[in-house]
């Protein structure tokens, strides 16, 4: 699958980031790769969209906010956990990338 434009929403910048690397060079991995992507900052309509979603079903707000950055891009979500997102809107496309890990 190819991605042409690469979005990601500011809450996953700040969580990913929050996470504590144990390896200063796979922080500035993730950094680089996050730095790479055109950062969405949470408006008034993700605010809206976020929550139309937690009316629906309980949802985590990260989670909501994720969802409806991806809704208003016309994006598809990308995730490795897709069980928070199935379901709550068919109009979303989620991808989960198969990952190669050591």
Do not use: H
């Amino acid at each position: 699958m190819r991605f042409d434009n690469l979005f990601v929403s500011a809450i996953t910048y700040i969580e990913t980031l929050g996470f504590q690397f144990a390896n200063p060079n796979e922080k500035a991995i993730v950094e680089a790769i996050l730095n790479s992507l055109t950062i969405v900052q949470t408006d008034m309509d993700i605010v809206l969209q976020v929550v139309a979603y937690k009316q629906i079903r309980k949802i985590k707000t990260p989670d909501a906010i994720i969802l409806a950055t991806a809704k208003l891009l016309d994006a598809e979500l990308v995730t490795v956990n897709d069980a928070d997102f199935k379901g709550l809107d068919a109009k979303v496309g989620i991808f989960v990338p198969d990952l190669i890990l050591p």
